[in-house]
């Protein structure tokens, strides 16, 4: 099937999950559920030819992200269950008004058509985008990279043996064949097509959508994630902070890459953070990389040119020094990228400052940049992270996979 | 001064007008509302520049739209104090949630930041697009059609004077001095400067925002909408909403452009529609453009290739007949614009699908498309109305030129 093809197909599965009910599509996402765990053996097979190939062309990590166990599929067939528990978003009346008598107009939650997602190699996110579209009422278009093609492909066919056997459409959850470049390129502007695009993937992945897509898009998951510590903060709690912000999962959007910190509280800060993330560490010690101003007080690697541009997904941490809030502020709005900033401060105009004037998706006050999460945000699930502020921001969820639109009923009613 | 130059301070501007309280900015809008006023004979003299200019260039529709008088200066004015008295949409917590003692989450409505708005030659639209940016705490970067520039340069000098009275900066309201298209192209590609583009205008500059902006752009206003006629329409009805969304005002788009008939109620409808809106009609007789099946009923032009796909602005109506309403719909979504469309019927089975089936901004059951208006859809105002599914859909009023953030506040919280 071609890219186009499949597309058509979308579109035309778009005209029938419209009139799917509720509990229809929640005995559908049990029965994923169940035949992802029935075609445990065929979708390991898949996987083994995937890390066979891939082996030697893409690093380790990437190749232990690609690989599955029946224990990992155990969990995406959980993951798929815990969606079809989730209430659906659909079809609430969000506002309502009655201009003259009897005419009624309704603003309702409706899904957004067609979701398409495009990621890299991590075969789970096949099933979990897969659930939260169709619970949200979206038909589902994957385009996943060619290392994973095998998993995903067998992952799909189990997730639409699941929707046949609830007498359902297998168009609703659709894999794209073609792993080239082509393929990305098409569904980027396939308009009256998509009605969501969500890159979920690196930043050249991401830079290429905003810049080629035509059809609408959500950017997610880039995290230069900034912590600055203001002149009144409790030092105790900031290298807590910074530590579990740097350490507790480096590899994740929220953690952090860059701390910043207030020249009246540096000379004594920065001696013990040194001591807590570096020296005290036997295990991964973070590497500090410190502008001219922190260099003076304690060592460490000078910053580069682009350590303040970087999302290091490592122990790696990037530290500036600043004269106040505002300077920090200004500093932050400049190189992050939208997703997670913290302040620690024990000062109320501070925070008052740091909240309103940084312009992130998620702003904290005295804690660690490492909640940003759709679980955490009681959204129950995450379809990933948007950095934009345009319909969604911050951890998506189910509703943040819906639109709405105005429905008025009237009895004759001309203006 | 450049528009890289008006981009720079338009962002500086961003950071000072998040620390402004709601008070000032309501009494800056009066005090904006009083310049207009107090400037009508300035305003006046760069008006008749601008219209002696355009004599003979433009249309007359087109000079009319363009010009001013002193009760139009004066509307402008009351149309800015009344945003001034419209609730504030802005640090509104829209969810809380505390997933640990201690750790508040708070999604909070703000300012989308800059917002741009391309228009073409209705000064109004300078003093409106300014106040509703402004109450919802937004900077404004307004491009006018050049044969406008002279009266919105007048106009915005008023208001910026207004702003300097309450002493804020006058950079909240910014025109752009370059009125050739490489403005136009500069903003839309304007990243880090803006934060949300809406062009005002016809389908040339809409679709050339689609297609050229990286910035996040909002579609507005093309509407070809649609009226299906059922079977089971009480016919009086239908004759009342056809002749309404047709004629009541034809240049706007919320009025219908094509009529979709059910065949089985054709041959009663179509006679009695002709002489409505036809036959009947002394001033501005409606030209019906037929496909084959309802010029075999009545006279009429027959319909070329693009009558379906035309947003006539006029007292023109294309008629196309349908089998049942699954044909309707799969027609309307396939030819409709995404603005308005309304079935007339007394069959609820109808009515739902059509509801759940139209893939639309704004739905209706017996009631004229002529409502889709911020106005009458209790928003206060109206920014435009978008036809796009992300962010906002349908009338924008304050809330939908605000996004939100989530702020977070800890006690030293560590994940």
């Known amino acids: 099937m071609t890219t186009q093809e499949l597309l058509i197909k979308a579109k035309e599965a778009k005209a029938e999950i419209n009139l799917v009910s509720v509990d229809i599509i929640n005995s559908a996402l049990n029965a994923m559920a169940d035949a992802l765990v029935e075609n445990i053996d065929k979708i390991l097979e898949a996987n083994s030819q995937d890390i066979e190939k891939s082996r030697g062309v893409i690093s380790d990590v990437m190749i232990d992200r690609l690989s599955l ?3 990992r599929i155990q969990g995406m067939a959980d993951g798929v269950r815990d969606v079809a528990k989730l209430p659906s978003p659909v079809g609430k009346v969000l506002k309502s008004n009655e201009p003259q008598e009897g005419l009624i107009i309704e603003r309702t939650s409706v899904p957004l058509g067609v979701v ?23 038909v589902c278009v994957l385009r996943c990279g060619k290392e994973a093609h095998s998993s995903a492909k067998a992952i799909v066919e189990a997730l639409q043996s699941g929707l046949e056997k609830e007498g359902l459409s297998k168009d609703f959850v659709l894999l794209v064949e073609d792993t080239t470049r082509a393929s990305a390129a098409e569904l980027m502007t396939a308009d009256g097509y998509i009605d969501l695009l969500i890159p979920r ?10 810049k080629n897509a035509t059809v609408p898009v959500i950017q997610t998951g880039t995290g230069i994630c900034h912590i600055y510590v203001d002149e009144s903060a409790d030092i105790e709690m900031a290298l807590n902070i910074v530590e579990n912000a740097k350490t507790s999962r480096p590899s994740v959007c929220n953690a952090e890459e860059v701390l910043v910190v207030n020249k009246n509280i540096a000379d004594e800060f920065l001696p013990k953070l040194k001591k807590r993330i570096v020296t005290d560490r036997m295990e991964n010690p973070v590497e500090l990389r410190l502008d001219e101003r922190a260099i003076k007080i304690i060592d460490g690697t000078p910053a580069g040119e682009n350590d303040f541009d970087t999302e290091f997904l490592d122990y ?5 020094i600043v004269d106040n809030v505002d300077e920090a502020i200004k500093h932050i709005n400049l190189h992050s ?6 302040i ?3 000062d109320n105009e501070s925070a008052e400052k740091f909240t309103r004037g940084i312009d992130s998706s998620s702003v904290y006050v005295n804690a660690s940049t490492r909640f940003t999460d759709g679980g955490e945000f009681g959204l129950g699930c995450e379809m990933g992270i948007s950095t934009q502020k345009l319909h969604a921001r911050g951890p998506m969820g189910l509703e943040e996979l819906n639109t709405y639109k ?4 009237g009895k004759g009613h001309v203006r």
Do not use: F, M, Q, W
């Not at 790696?316 to 500036?320: D, N, R, T, Y």
């Open 316 to 320: 790696i941490l990037a530290v500036k």
């Open 201 to 210: 993937g690196g930043k050249g992945l991401i830079n290429a959508c905003v």
């Open 69 to 71: 166990s029946p224990e």
């Open 344 to 346: 620690v401060t024990s």
């Open 116 to 138: 398409a997602i495009i990621y890299e190699s991590r075969p789970n996110v096949t099933s979990d985008a897969a659930a939260l579209a169709l619970k949200s009422g979206n």
């Open 406 to 409: 105005y429905i008025i009923r």
């Open 337 to 342: 990228t939208g997703h997670s900033e913290a």
